[in-house]
């Protein structure tokens, strides 16, 4: 089955304790982002990958950190969480980036809550 | 610069009910319009798309049609059941590989 797959699905931890969210898709796609939802502002994008060691910052890329070793992996780390990162938070993917008429495939979401 | 708005809820309707929910764009160049649905508890399925202008995407009894000349992309359903109750939200896709997504609505659907 193709899919998103997340990693941890809730996760409860305290301020400056690293952590890492993990990504994985098994469709080949050469794009994956990961976004954040919060109530009233919808979705929004915090890093992107075009493929393999390529990524960018999307629109609220403070406090995150990505890396793109493998086409199939786009974890997202938060090297020192502050109680502004609690959120809901999905990756995506898609075949390729300049395929804008392709939807994004999401994960089912990791709901982070720092305290 | 590209941006979504989204009719505020939450809405609340009664069974078979017509639903609209409001969705208008700004955007430059030829953006692709999609619908995502959220289920509770649930991540974001694809409810339609739409890729270019006078298209109509449908789905599940939904639909949307994009509408350049009024910056559009309404999403409409004739008969709501319990089972739609969710969150749905209207996103741009544009040059670069970004969603750019409103700011989602709840949608409650009554017995």
């Known amino acids: 089955e193709a899919q998103v797959t997340q990693n941890p699905r809730y996760l409860i931890t305290v301020t400056g304790k690293k952590l890492t969210v993990t990504c994985s898709q098994n469709?080949?796609?050469?794009?994956m982002s990961w976004y954040r939802q919060d109530p009233g502002l919808g979705l929004r994008q915090i890093y992107y990958s075009m493929n393999v060691e390529v990524t960018d910052k999307g629109d609220v890329p403070e406090g995150y950190k990505v890396s793109r070793k493998e086409k199939r992996n786009f974890p997202l780390i938060l090297e020192s969480p502050s109680p502004n990162q609690t959120s809901l938070y999905f990756c995506a993917s898609r075949p390729f980036w300049w395929e804008i008429h392709q939807p994004q495939h999401f994960g089912d979401g990791t709901r982070l809550s720092i305290l | 610069g590209n941006s979504v708005t989204q009719m505020e809820g939450p809405v609340t309707l009664s069974e078979e009910a017509f639903l609209t929910i409001n969705c208008t764009y700004t955007?430059?160049?030829?953006?692709?319009l999609f619908w995502y649905v959220q289920y509770p508890g649930e991540g974001l399925q694809l409810l339609l798309k739409a890729t270019k202008a006078d298209d109509k995407g449908s789905n599940k009894g939904f639909e949307a049609t994009y509408r350049k000349e009024t910056t559009s992309f309404h999403l409409e359903k004739g008969s709501v059941q319990v089972s739609d109750s969710a969150v749905y939200f209207c996103a741009l896709s544009v040059q670069g590989g970004k969603l750019i997504f409103g700011q989602g609505t709840e949608l409650s659907v009554k017995p």
């Open positions: 469709m080949n796609h050469e794009y």
């Open positions: 955007a430059t160049g030829y953006p692709s």
